[in-house]
């Protein structure tokens, strides 16, 4: 491996099995599912992009968010963001932005934001309910084999010692001070539990809030959208937690990064992950 | 910096790029012919399950406390023409409704024959493709009721709406229409409504009669409709999708 020549000499050191191959093949797969759905999640929120707390969009209470545009004084069009009332000028990103041509585009998020990149509402939902499907299937799949594995009990289950080493894991995060040795070897028990509140918390959260919004599936048990809050609370919902896993990926991948970044990207890909035993 | 670092950089500006040609990857594979149809059999699963859990499912009913101040008006808010405006100024007395098709009784009927139909009326939440939702108090006669009427034939599979809005000012005006099928046509909750929060339904909303299919999404509530026809397909009709929003891309089923 090229990676080999370029990293200083680590004399004492082993290959350890860390990732098995049906969680590698699971992680990827994930990771593509989410991807496709963050970003055409994006597109259908342009079609109307403000978000509601209740049962219906039009009940005399105004958006809790929305994103819009209006036309500048002696300039072009204005790009505005409201959050709960308050207003800030997003120009450049949000409502309005360039398609890759540099004509303006009016919708909510950006093109590059968005699949497609072009305004088509049907494509986007196709998209969309495709590869919802790929990820309930894969998220089933996972969570069965993580079972069965015992991979949830042995690598992802804090035990009451690490639970009470929290407060010591925390400064470690901190001061970006990662674990060597056999220590290495398991997830800290941050991690652990960022891993479980997205695998048992957001995910099923973004999932059941996604059903919400369809009418149909409304119907089989009428009511039950009400635990969301209704209908227009559910889109919110699954907006914030779309967002919030998004926050996820972009830690984890940064840990990454900062915590030795071939070797993890090594033990996703091949399963290995180095253990450096010392200098 | 080390040289390790070097390479992360190089590596991850590496993604980055790989992953704006996947993008760009994404839209390529949006325009050609064979991909849409593979990422459409999502939507094919949707209504699969959809219906293994619910075929006789009810859509939620909601209290007058939850009616929405005002009822949004999507799409058409006043047809264009001199027919329409006529039957419109003289209340729709001179209005009538086409059923026929696959039917053994073809029949018209005017405003006042459906006024006289026993009717229902149900307070429901209106989905709209785009992502809004209102709340109305809807009047009307079940759409079952009609079809006991005119007795559908065995092959009759769908009820096909035709409305009198035109949706595009072409040579040949497109007239909107949709489509649904006899599961929905024959569902309690499915009616032609003449009336919206206890008032005639007003013009922006479909007067004098819309469809209301509570399970699916707003685009399926044809509105101002003027015939209903029962066949077999619906290949033939229109550009053969099913409904004005079908042939341009949207989906058949819009139970989600």
Redesign the interface.
């Known amino acids: 491996m090229?990676?080999a020549s370029?990293?200083?000499a680590r004399a004492s050191g082993y290959l350890y099995y860390r990732h098995t191959l049906p969680v590698r093949i699971m992680h990827w797969t994930n990771f593509v599912a989410l991807t496709?759905l963050f970003?055409s999640g994006l597109h259908?929120?342009n079609?109307?992009a403000?978000l509601?707390w209740g049962?219906?969009?039009?009940?005399?209470r105004p958006p809790i968010f929305e994103i819009t545009a209006r036309e500048g004084v002696g300039s072009g069009p204005i790009g505005i963001t409201r959050v709960f009332g308050r207003e800030f000028e997003t120009t450049g990103v949000l409502g309005v932005s360039k398609y890759p041509d540099g004509q303006v585009n009016q919708h909510a998020f950006p093109s590059?934001a968005t699949?497609?990149?072009?305004y088509?509402?049907?494509?986007a939902?196709?998209?969309?309910?495709?590869?919802?499907?790929i990820f309930v299937l894969n998220g089933v799949a996972y969570v069965l084999y993580s079972l069965f594995s015992r991979h949830l009990m042995r690598d992802l289950t804090p035990s009451s010692r690490e639970l009470r080493g929290i407060g010591t894991s925390i400064v470690e995060h901190v001061k970006f001070k990662h674990p060597s040795g056999d220590a290495a070897k398991r997830f800290n028990v941050l991690q652990k539990l960022a891993y479980l509140s997205v695998i048992f918390v957001l995910l099923p959260l973004v999932i059941l809030a996604g059903w919400a919004?369809?009418?149909?599936?409304?119907?089989?048990v009428?009511?039950w959208?009400d635990i969301l809050g209704g209908?227009?609370s559910a889109?919110t919902i699954h907006f914030i937690v779309a967002w919030l896993l998004f926050l996820f990926l972009a830690v984890h991948v940064f840990e990454v990064?900062i915590s030795g970044?071939?070797n993890h990207?090594r033990s996703m890909v091949t399963g290995r992950y180095r253990i450096n035993t010392g200098i | 910096m080390?040289?390790?670092d070097i390479?992360?950089r190089r590596?991850?500006v590496g993604a980055g790029g790989v992953g704006a040609l996947l993008?760009?990857g994404?839209?390529r594979l949006?325009e050609t012919e064979w991909f849409?149809k593979?990422?459409?059999?999502?939507?094919t699963?949707?209504r699969g399950l959809?219906r293994l859990?619910?075929s006789r499912?009810?859509?939620?009913?909601?209290t007058e406390a939850?009616l929405?101040?005002?009822?949004?008006s999507n799409g058409t808010s006043m047809p264009e023409g001199e027919e329409y405006l006529a039957l419109a100024k003289g209340g729709f007395a001179n209005w009538q409704l086409e059923v026929g098709g696959l039917v053994g009784r073809p029949v018209k009927l005017a405003l006042a024959e459906l006024r006289a139909m026993p009717r229902r009326t149900q307070i429901t939440?209106h989905?709209?493709?785009?992502?809004?939702?209102?709340?109305g108090k809807w009047t009307g006669v079940p759409l079952s009721s009609i079809l006991a009427l005119v007795q559908p034939q065995q092959k009759a599979r769908y009820a096909v709406f035709y409305c009198a809005d035109a949706m595009s000012g072409g040579l040949t005006p497109e007239y909107y229409y949709e489509s649904i099928d006899m599961d929905d046509a024959m569902h309690p909750q499915t009616m032609l409504a003449f009336g919206l929060n206890g008032k005639d339904l007003p013009i922006e909303n479909g007067a004098p009669l819309r469809l209301r299919v509570?399970?699916?999404?707003g685009y399926k509530h044809a509105k101002y409709v003027t015939r209903i026809e029962l066949v077999e397909s619906f290949a033939h009709i229109g550009g053969g999708k099913g409904g004005y929003?079908e042939d341009?891309?949207?989906?058949w089923y819009a139970?989600?």
């Open positions: 090229a990676a370029i990293t200083p496709v970003m259908i929120f079609a109307h403000a509601y049962h219906s969009s039009y009940s005399g590059w699949i497609p990149g072009g088509s509402l049907p494509l939902r196709d998209w969309h309910f495709f590869f919802a499907w919004m369809s009418p149909w599936l409304n119907s089989i009428p009511g959208v209908r227009q889109r990064i970044f071939w990207i | 080390t040289p390790g390479s992360k590596f991850l993008l760009s994404c839209d949006s849409p593979v990422l459409r059999t999502g939507n699963l949707n959809h859990l619910g499912s009810m859509a939620q009913e909601f939850h929405s101040p005002f009822f949004r939440r989905d709209c493709v785009e992502g809004w939702s209102a709340i509570e399970r699916q999404l929003w341009y891309g949207y989906q139970g989600i």
